[in-house]
Each structure stands twice: as structure tokens, then as C-alpha cells.
């Protein structure tokens, strides 16, 4: 099992950047800092919680004055390059949010970018005036280092993972969207992942806005065709009409509504009826398309999965995202894995397995799931 993220921060790490730090400031008292990292319940804080801690500790020993402990960490910070270096822009974030310092801050949070990444301390500040924020972003979309114009998208998303929320841009992303334009065809994938995902993030509650931008910016560029159809995956796989209609996925109807089969013949076999937490199972599929034209499908596998609570929550999988001849036949097959997750427990009950066409269901059957001591 991978050791958890927190784990960054064990070892010999802290001793070692306490003293790179004493390099960069003499009067630094190495021993102070290292207690003040490691008190209390240190061992049970996970990744976030850890970062803070250090940046509290260094708040405690770097000299009181703003000014004066950012020049100790820009003696350093080249030196510092990576995830366990959160601390820096987070010590932006607990030491430079008044207003005095804003023009410090940004400074900080743009050169810190560059080494670690300041798309989670950004967030104060755009809590504090998005609209300022905001311009100040779209001049980074311009910046000449990836870094900057990623944190540019990246900070700004609504729905970042492990951040602050930002509820105005869930509510409004209109400032949004002209930093994204300036970043549509980056010639960075890293910047043009993160733009993709930042128009994710806003088709989740603004799925209108991102299909009429879809279609005004799809075809002309190919850096920003990959944004589009990276960005409207949840789009996709909810199957949208009209986004599928857009990347020329078969419809299941004619002009006339009435229904046109885009599949003659449509199986899901597993190889158990049964199984523990913890095991697998083979799925078989087959997907017989019907005749004539050729015709682009996407075919997915669901599970309803069981919670908690005793309800289910239906997950899909890619299986298959291609265009086929009318006639052929899709098959394949497919092992799930029912072993706790971080992001998903599993839970005893009955449990629903579909297998999807183009957004519509085509064949199902059912796995029973048993707690591992069941057997």
C-alpha cells in the first residue's frame, strides 16, 4: 500500500529544511522550529493540516516583520521545489492576506508558483475581492512562465479539489471565462489541462454556458479542441444531447423522434453472482451495432454502488470510445475490483451492473456483494 501524502513530511525533512533555512538567516533557531512542528498531535494531522503547522511554526521564528520573512524564504525558495513546499505560499496566505501587504503577497504567490504551487493560498485572496483577483489573473494568462499562467486557471476554479470553495464563481463564472479564452490554445499541456478542468468545474452547475462555448471555440485550433473535449468529459458522460451531437456521437433517434436502435443486440455477463469486499469481478460484454453507416459510440459499464445509508449511487465506466462499421460487433471483457479505496468505500447489499450505449442503458444484471468475513 502507497504511504499516505502526509508521509512527505516525515523522516529527516523537517531537520533538513530547518537547516537551509538557518543558511538564509542566521539568528533562525533550528531546534525551536523543529519542536514547534513535531508538538501536539503532529502524528495524527494529515497533508493540510501538516502544511499549516509549518507555516505557523515558521511564522513563530522567521523575524515578525512581513517584509523581512519573505526575504528569508526568497533566499531559499529555488531551492524548495515540489508538493512538501506548500508551506511557502501558504505562509503568504496566514502572514500576508491584509490589505497592507497585497502587492507583497501577489509577488510571493506568483515567484512561489513556480517552485511548488499557490493555487490553494490564491483562494483567500479571491474570497476577498474576486474582481480584483480576477484582472490580476487575466494579466497572468499572459505571463511567459507556464506556472504562472497555470495558476491563472488553476486557482480560479470553482470546484478545486482540497481547496477553499469559491461560491460566487459556482454562482457566476463570467470572470472566468475570459482567462480561459486567453488560455485556449497555451502551448502547455499543463496549462491546457488545467483549463480543461477548470471548464469541468463549471459544467457541473452551468451546463449551458459550456455548451455554447464548446461550440464556438471547437474547430478552429487543436490545442483547444483537446481543452473542449477534455473540459466537457461530465457533459459527455451524462450524455447531453447536444454536447454528444456536437463530438458526432450516433443519436438513439430520427429526425422524426422516432426511435432508431444504434444497437440490435446488447449483452453483460459476470463471472460470479457473488463475491466479498475486497474481490473482483470479470465483466464480458457484447455490443452487436446495428446495420448500415458507421457510427461513433461511447460504451460504458455502471454499478449502482451500495452506501451507507443503504441507497445507491451509480458510477460509470469507460469501456469503449470509438466509431464502428454498422454490423460490427463490440466485445470485450473487463475486472472490477471491489477493494476499499480512498475515494470509495464498499458497502454489503445488491448491487445493480448496467452496460451503457451513447447515455442509454442496454443490458443489466446483478452482483450480490458480501462483507469479507461473509465467506
Known amino acids: 500500500m502507497a504511504e499516505p501524502l502526509k508521509a512527505i513530511y516525515d523522516g529527516l525533512f523537517i531537520e533538513q529544511f530547518a537547516a537551509l533555512v538557518k543558511t538564509a538567516w542566521s539568528p533562525f533557531d533550528e531546534a525551536a522550529f523543529v519542536e514547534r512542528v513535531r508538538s501536539g498531535n503532529w502524528e495524527q494531522l494529515e497533508l493540510k493540516a501538516r502544511t499549516r503547522k509549518i507555516t505557523e511554526a515558521l511564522g513563530a521564528s522567521l523575524p515578525k516583520a512581513y517584509e523581512e ?14 508538493l512538501p513546499y506548500l508551506f511557502f505560499p501558504d505562509f503568504v496566505e496566514v502572514y500576508g492576506i491584509e490589505p497592507q501587504y497585497w502587492p507583497l503577497s501577489l509577488a510571493a504567490l506568483q515567484r512561489f508558483t513556480k517552485y511548488s504551487t499557490s493555487e490553494f493560498a490564491i483562494r483567500a485572496f ?22 504562472v499562467r497555470r495558476l491563472a486557471s488553476e486557482g480560479i476554479r470553482p470546484r478545486l479539489p482540497w481547496a477553499q470553495a469559491l461560491p460566487i464563481f459556482k454562482q457566476d463564472p463570467a470572470l472566468i471565462i475570459p482567462i480561459l479564452d486567453k488560455l485556449k490554445r497555451d502551448p502547455s499541456l499543463y496549462v491546457r489541462k488545467s483549463v480543461a478542468n477548470n471548464l469541468n468545474d463549471i459544467a457541473k452547475d452551468h451546463p449551458e454556458l459550456v455548451i455554447v462555448l464548446a461550440a464556438s471555440w471547437l474547430g478552429a485550433d487543436a490545442r483547444t479542441d483537446w481543452i473542449v473535449r477534455h473540459g466537457c468529459r461530465t457533459l459527455i458522460k451524462h450524455a447531453n444531447p447536444r454536447i ?7 443519436s ?11 444497437v440490435s443486440h446488447a449483452s453483460l455477463k459476470l463471472s460470479t453472482e457473488s ?7 470479470a465483466l464480458h460484454y457484447q455490443v452487436h451495432v446495428r446495420e448500415g453507416e458507421r457510427v461513433k459510440l461511447r460504451i460504458e459499464y455502471g454499478i449502482d454502488f451500495v452506501k451507507f445509508s443503504g441507497k445507491t449511487s451509480l458510477k460509470r465506466f469507460l469501456l469503449s470510445d470509438r466509431e464502428f462499421a454498422g454490423g460490427a460487433v463490440a466485445k470485450g471483457s473487463r475486472i472490477h475490483r471491489f477493494a476499499d479505496l480512498t475515494t470509495r468505500k464498499h458497502y454489503a ?27
Open 349 to 375: 447489499g445488491f448491487h445493480r451492473v448496467t452496460l451503457w450505449v451513447n447515455g442509454r442503458e442496454m443490458a443489466a444484471c446483478e452482483l450480490q456483494v458480501l462483507e469479507a468475513d461473509s465467506l
Open 275 to 281: 463475491l466479498t469486499i475486497g474481490g473482483e469481478v
Open 252 to 262: 438513439h433517434e430520427k429526425a422524426d423522434d422516432e426511435v432508431q436502435p444504434l
Open 244 to 250: 454528444m451531437a456536437l463530438f458526432g456521437y450516433s
Open 126 to 147: 479571491i474570497l476577498q475581492d474576486p474582481q480584483r483577483m480576477a484582472a490580476c489573473m487575466l494579466e497572468w494568462a499572459e505571463h511567459s512562465d507556464e506556472h
Open 69 to 82: 520573512a519573505l526575504a528569508v524564504l526568497y533566499r531559499i525558495d529555488e531551492q524548495c521545489t515540489g
